[in-house]
C-alpha cells in the first residue's frame, strides 16, 4: 500500500503525518515552527523521522503560509514566520528522495474542506483559518481563487482598526493583531486562546477579548462578503476548536453587518486544525507517480 508524507507548516507548530492509501495516519508528530529559514530545516529533520519509522513514501505534499509559488514550490514571503524566497521543493525533494509537492496551507486546506469537509455542496465559499494569524482561501463558481507570486484571501492583513497595534506586517490595526489565536491570548495574557474561552464564562474580561476578536472577525468578513459573496464561511485553525463559543457569537456579529449581499452560513471547519495536513495530503496525491 502507497504512502505519503503530509506537512503542514504553520506560523506556531508544523504538523507532520505519514498517511495510508485511505488516509489513515500511520504516524504523526509535531514541533515548533522557527523563524526564517530554519523552518526549511525543521520540515526536512521532521519528515525524516516519520519516514525513517515508518518506512518508504511515494511523494510528499508541504503547506507553507504567507506569500506561496507553488510552480516554483518557493515560500515567497511569511511575515509571521520571517522567511523571503525560501526554496522548500528542491531541498526537500534531495532529502527525502520523492516527489514533494510544495502549497499554500489556507488554499488547500479549503479544498481540504471542500473535498471531504463542511463545504462538499458549496461552490462559493470562503475557509477561513484562524491560527498564529488570520488567512482565508476563497472558492467562486467551485474554482479556487488563485494567481503565482500572490495569495488572495490575506484577511488578517487587512487594516480593521486603523492606528491599532502594529502587525508583523508593519501596519498597524491589521484583523490579525486582534482576533488570531496568539491576539487572543496574548490580550489576556495567558499560552493559548483555549484558554481565555475557558476562562470567558466566570469572567468579565475574558469575555471583553473575546467580544473584540468576534467583533473585529465578523467586521473582515463582512467586507469578505461585500466583495465575494460566499454562500459559506468555514470557520477553520486552532481557534475554531473553541466550538460554537466562536462561530455562533461571529455569525450573529456578522449578521448585523451585511445589508447588500445574502448572509453567508458560518459554520466550524469538519477537519478543524487538521485542515493543513488533510490539504497537505491531497497535494501529496497529485504528486505520486
Sequence with gaps: MSRILAVDVGGTTIKAAVMDADGTRVMSAAVP???????????????????????????AGVLVPGIVDPDRRMGVYSANVGWSDLDFGGPLEDTW????????DV?????????TGAAR??????????????????????RML????????????VVIRPGGQE???GARGCLETIASARAIASAYGVASAGE???AAAGDARARGVIEAATDALADGLALLVALVAPEKVVLGGGLSLAGAALADPVARALAGRVRVQPVPDVVLAAHRDQAGLAGAALLARTRQP
Design 33 to 59: 515552527t522557527p523563524r526564517g529559514d530554519a523552518a526549511l530545516d525543521a520540515v526536512a529533520t521532521l519528515g525524516s523521522r516519520l519516514i525513517a519509522a515508518c518506512g518508504p513514501v511515494t511523494a
Design 97 to 104: 528522495q520523492v516527489p514533494v509537492g510544495v502549497g499554500h
Design 107 to 115: 488554499t488547500w486546506g479549503g479544498l481540504a474542506e471542500a473535498a
Design 121 to 142: 455542496e458549496a461552490s462559493d465559499f470562503a475557509f477561513v483559518a484562524l491560527g498564529t494569524g488570520i488567512s482565508a482561501a476563497i472558492m467562486s463558481g467551485g
Design 146 to 157: 488563485s494567481r503565482p507570486g500572490a495569495q488572495p484571501g490575506e484577511l488578517g492583513h
Design 167 to 169: 502587525c508583523s506586517c
Design 196 to 198: 481565555v474561552f475557558a
